[in-house]
C-alpha cells in the first residue's frame, strides 16, 4: 500500500474523533433539546458535563491500549480501537429521543461517549507512533498526518454543523452529522485491516514472553520518570493552549465585549482552516532545517500569539484579533506538525505507547479539559488576562524542556523486549 494511502488510513478515525467532537460541541444545544429533559439551559449543562466526563476516560483507554500495542503490536491495537470508535459513533446517531425512552438517552450518551473516550485514547498517540517507526527517514512529515488529521477533523465537524443545521430540520440535524461520521468511519476501518505492522513489531513476541511482558513493562516504565514528564508538559500545553484560544475564545470575546464587532466562532473556523493547511508544509520545514529549533520558535509564537488575542478582544480591536490569529496559526501548525516527533524520542520502542499515550492522557484530560472552566472562572472574578497568562506559565516550562531535552536519537526503533525480561 503507498505509503500516502497507508498514513491517510492510520490516521482517518483520528480525524473522526476530532470531526465528532466539534459535531458535539456547536450542535450541543440540539443534541441537549433531542436527548435530555428540563429547559435548554439545564440540558445544554448535562451535554457538556457528559463531554466532560467521557474526556476522563482517555486515560484509561491510552494506558489500556498503549499496553496492548506495546505488547501485541501496533496494527492489532489500532483495530481493535477502530471498532470501539465505529461501534460508538454508530450508536450515538441512532440514540432514541428523550421522548421515547426517557433518562435511557443520555445514559445511553453517557456510556457511549464513554467508550469513545476509550478509544480515542488508544489512537491519538498509536497511530503517530506507527506512522514514525514505519518512516525512520521523515520522522517528522509522518508524524505530522496525526495533527493534520485532527485539525483537519475539527473544521470539518464545525462546517458540517453549521451546514446540517441549515440543510436539515435543526432539531434532527445532529444525527445527520452523526450519520456522516458513522458511514466514513466503516469504510475506514475496514480498510485499516490492510495497513502493514511497524518493523518493531514485525516479529511477533513469543507467547512464553507476554506473561513477563506484562509484570515487567510498568516497572520499566518506572524508570523513565523525565520522559514521562516531558511528555505530560507537552500535552498540557497543547491542549491548554487550543482549548483556550480556539473554544473558550468565542465565550471570552462575547464576555468583554457588548458591542460585537465580528463572530468568534467565524473566527475560530477560519483559524482551524490555515492551521488544517499549514501543518503539512511546517512539517517538510522542519524536515529540512532543525526540527528543534523550529519547534522552539513556535511554541514562542503562540506564547505571543495568546496575549495578542485576548487583549485585542479586550479592546474590540480586529486589526489586533486579526494578528493574534495568524501567529496562533503559524505557532499551532509548527507545533502540531513536529510535536509527535518530539515526543517519539523520548522513549524506547518497547514501552513507547503505553509511556506516552497515559502521560498525554492524563494531561489532556486534568489540564487541557479543564482549561475553558478555570478560564471562566478567574474572568468571572475579573481576572481578565488570566487565559493568556495561563497559556504563557504553561508554555515557558515546556520552552525550558524543550531546550534542555536532547536532539539526538537516543532510542533505536526495533523493539527491545529483552530488556524487559
Known sequence: MKKNLSSFIITSLVFIEWFEYSIYLYLGAVIAESLFPGNAQQSLVFVYLIFAISYLSRPLGGTIFGFMSDTTGRKPTLIASGYIMTISTIGIAFIPSYASIGYFAPLLLLLLRFTQGLAAGGEFNNSSILLMESNPKNKTISGSWTGFSSSAGMFMGALVSLMMSKVFNPHESWRFAYYIAAAVSLVILFARHKIMESPAYSTPIPTSQKNRLTVNLFKTLGNYKSSLFKIFVASAFMSIYIYTCMIYFMSYYKTVNTANQFNPMVISMTAQFFVTLCIPFMAVLAEKLNYKSVFKACILIVCIAAPTLFIS?????????????????????????????????????????????????????????????????????????????????????????????????????????????
Do not use: D
Request: net charge positive; with cysteine; aromatic share 14%.
Open 313 to 421: 478582544a479586550q479592546k474590540n480591536s480586529f486589526t489586533g484579533v486579526t494578528a493574534g490569529i495568524i501567529l496562533y496559526v503559524i505557532g499551532n501548525s509548527g507545533i502540531s506538525a513536529i510535536m509527535f516527533r518530539y515526543m517519539f524520542y523520548l522513549l524506547p520502542a518497547h514501552i513507547r505507547c503505553l509511556g506516552t499515550s497515559m502521560a498525554w492522557g492524563f494531561a489532556a484530560a486534568i489540564l487541557g479539559a479543564t482549561a475553558p472552566i478555570i478560564s471562566q472562572y478567574f474572568v468571572s472574578q475579573n481576572h481578565l488576562q488570566f487565559p493568556w497568562l495561563y497559556i504563557i506559565s504553561i508554555g515557558a516550562i515546556f520552552y525550558i524542556i524543550v531546550t534542555k531535552t536532547k536532539s539526538k536519537e537516543i532510542y533505536v526503533q526495533t523493539a527491545s523486549h529483552s530488556n524487559l525480561m
